[in-house]
């Protein structure tokens, strides 16, 4: 298996009344968050990387138009968590992460990615960054309401 590129998308799920979706990881029950995940390949922009994950991991199609992405053009660096570090190439320590959010009714339809995830939770902004382990996650959702309004039409 190829190793990860240390650079993914964090996409914050979320209403109008700022209820933030989180779902919980499989392979670590427990840890809760947004979702999250790698380019599949150095060239892959990040607004479809974007797109991608938040399929694969919620069933959410972003047809731009009633379900739009919005990029907040924020990048975190942080240290990768030792448990995952397998993933990467040897000596990478640290990935960069691209912030975007979008904005869904609340009566969505929710399919989660059984290999990934165990269920997930609609959730008041300040209990969600409270239940997410990853802190720029936290921060991210706690930063929710400068990225209003919402962006669906």
Same mark, same amino acid.
């Given at each position: 298996?190829?190793?990860?590129?240390?650079?993914?998308?964090?996409?914050?799920?979320?209403?109008?009344?700022?209820?933030?979706?989180?779902?919980?990881?499989?392979?670590?029950?427990?840890?809760?968050?947004?979702?999250?995940?790698?380019?599949?390949?150095?060239?892959?922009? /990040?607004?479809?990387?974007?797109?991608?994950?938040?399929?694969?991991?919620?069933?959410?199609?972003?047809?731009?138009?009633?379900?739009?992405?919005?990029? &907040?053009? /924020?990048?975190?660096? *942080?240290?990768? *968590?030792?448990? &995952?570090?397998?993933? *990467?190439?040897?000596?990478?320590?640290?990935?960069?992460?691209?912030?975007?959010?979008?904005?869904?009714?609340?009566?969505?339809?929710?399919?989660?990615?059984?290999?990934?995830?165990?269920? *997930?939770?609609?959730?008041?902004?300040?209990?969600?960054?409270?239940?997410?382990?990853?802190?720029?996650?936290?921060?991210?959702?706690?930063?929710?309401?400068?990225?209003?309004?919402?962006?669906?039409?």
């Amino acid at each position: 298996m190829p190793h990860k590129i240390p650079e993914s998308v964090l996409v914050v799920i979320h209403t109008a009344d700022l209820e933030v979706l989180l779902i919980e990881r499989a392979d670590r029950p427990g840890f809760w968050q947004s979702v999250t995940g790698s380019l599949d390949r150095i060239d892959e922009p /990040l607004l479809e990387t974007a797109a991608r994950e938040l399929f694969e991991e919620t069933g959410i199609h972003a047809d731009g138009e009633t379900v739009r992405l919005h990029d &907040w053009h /924020l990048s975190n660096v *942080y240290e990768i *968590y030792q448990t &995952w570090r397998h993933r *990467y190439a040897p000596g990478v320590t640290h990935n960069t992460e691209h912030v975007f959010s979008v904005c869904v009714p609340r009566d969505i339809p929710i399919t989660l990615a059984p290999r990934e995830h165990l269920q *997930y939770a609609w959730l008041p902004l300040l209990e969600a960054a409270d239940r997410c382990f990853s802190s720029s996650n936290a921060e991210a959702i706690l930063h929710l309401p400068r990225h209003f309004p919402c962006n669906q039409p």
